[in-house]
């Protein structure tokens, strides 16, 4: 096992562009009764949700326990035109290098850390601490979108999902027995995914289901912290989200945990397999922030 693996890939072929987007300004659906939502068991809430600035959560922190419903860490970006901001969820990765371009923050760089999924279809962005209180909704983030159409050139049955090369060569990883396994903090049994099935998998995200609290602390899962690595037991995501026994999904931890039921921490996933070629081990503090030694 290494953290930096020498797994070999198709690196060399890969195309970099650049994709930017706007810092996201937070919104309710319309509908049935907004702004109000209601929690697993009825009460309805109102709470800060997923867009903007945030200014006290980062990747690193926990992701249970806030005042919130799935709020993205650090800052979030999408573009106006569905067209534009597809090709800015599909094409970004996790891992990508990202720069502020324009207001008082013009000039720092960031990371890729998760997207979104359905309805809210942003890309989120580590932004250091000390830069955020700098920005405004509408300040233009570009992205180095480099990732898509990376492959395992050894494993061809492990499907690669919008990481960055940088991130997958910090990986720990074990290769053996014609399969490959990555290190993540925790795995998460097929019947506590919810949120996003059935969806693509080119983009957006998946969440854990978090109403059983019981269960989540007799599987350790109730310590996650935001950028943990964890994998989805049966879960298929090569083309969209689903049930498959045997397969398995590895992502990372990109958004907090909601009251509502279905929507616990969202995960974007970074590879799948369907029968057996992806596995994983757990090995503690798997989290980007250390994988890519990000600046608080």
């Not at 094409?91 to 013009?106: D, E, H, P």
């Not at 310590?223 to 045997?246: K, M, P, Q």
Request: hydrophobic share 40%; aromatic share 4%.
């Amino acid at each position: 096992m290494t953290k930096n693996n020498d797994l070999a890939t198709n690196h060399a072929d890969l195309v970099v562009v650049s994709v930017a987007g706007h810092v996201a300004h937070p919104g309710f659906p319309g509908l049935p009764a907004e702004p109000y939502r209601l929690a697993a068991d009825g009460t309805p809430f109102l709470l800060p949700t997923y867009g903007g600035i945030v200014y006290n959560v980062s990747v690193g922190d926990r992701a249970f326990g806030w005042a919130a419903d799935c709020i993205h860490p650090g800052v979030s970006i999408s573009q106006a035109d569905d067209n534009k901001n597809r090709g800015l969820n599909v094409f970004a990765s996790i891992g990508n290098r990202a720069k502020v371009m324009t207001g008082g923050a013009a000039g720092t760089t960031g990371v890729v850390t998760g997207k979104s999924g359905r309805f809210s279809e942003q890309v989120i962005v580590h932004i250091p601490g000390e830069a955020r209180p700098l920005m405004a909704v509408g300040d233009q983030v570009l992205v180095r979108a480099e990732g898509r159409g990376l492959a395992l050139t050894d494993h061809p049955d492990v499907s690669l999902k919008g990481i960055s090369p940088q991130l997958l060569a910090a990986l720990p990883a074990e290769a053996r027995d014609g399969h490959v396994a990555f290190g993540v903090t925790a795995h998460i049994p097929a019947h506590l995914v919810g949120a996003g099935l059935g969806l693509t998998s080119e983009g957006g995200s998946v969440h854990m289901q978090s109403t059983d609290r019981v269960l989540l602390a007799e599987l350790g899962l109730d310590h996650l912290r935001l950028g943990d690595l964890v994998a989805l037991e049966d879960t298929d995501s090569r083309y969209n989200h689903g049930y498959l026994r045997g397969a398995r999904a590895i992502g990372v931890v990109c958004a907090t945990d909601g009251p509502r039921a279905g929507y616990g921490p969202g995960i974007a996933i970074l590879m799948t397999a369907p029968a057996g070629q992806l596995g994983s081990f757990e090995q503690a503090g798997t989290n980007i922030v250390d994988l890519l030694e990000l600046t608080p």
